[in-house]
């Protein structure tokens, strides 16, 4: 059973940083794309971040640019989603994904429906 799991969300000051993980129970992760998206209350949820299955290329959403950094270790089956400067409208539940075709690439990454598994979400809350 594929699990992936958030961790590292919370209540921060405006301007401040927090480091969200999410570990996956998934046989093949490292030829997984993962991805970062967020859903604030009463709106879509959007895309984030996404890294492809090496690690060596990473997009971001125009709003987090500059300011969210997305990695991740395959030897631990761990993606990460490094954010600084946050703002009160970085304010959501952040979710992480896989897109499970192996090896895959892309121009693209940003399409929720392209991900396969989800995990649970973790808060984060910036206040101003």
């Known amino acids: 059973q594929v699990q992936l799991v958030e961790s590292g969300g919370g209540l921060v000051q405006a301007g401040g940083s927090l480091r969200l993980s999410c570990a996956a129970s998934?046989?093949?992760?490292?030829?997984?794309?993962m991805g970062w998206f967020r859903q604030a209350p009463g709106k879509e949820r959007d895309f984030v971040a996404a890294i492809n299955w090496s690690g060596g290329r990473t997009y971001y959403a125009d709003a987090v640019k500059g300011r969210f950094s997305i990695s991740r270790d395959n030897a631990k089956n761990t993606v990460y989603l490094q954010m600084n400067s946050l703002k009160p409208e970085d304010t959501a539940v952040y979710y992480c994904?896989?897109?499970?075709?192996?090896?895959?690439?892309?121009?693209?990454?940003?399409?929720?429906?392209?991900?396969?598994?989800w995990g649970q979400g973790t808060q984060v809350t910036v206040s101003s």
């Open positions: 994904a896989a897109d499970r075709r192996p090896y895959y690439s892309s121009s693209d990454y940003s399409l929720a429906n392209d991900y396969d598994y």
């Open positions: 998934v046989r093949f992760f490292s030829t997984y794309a």
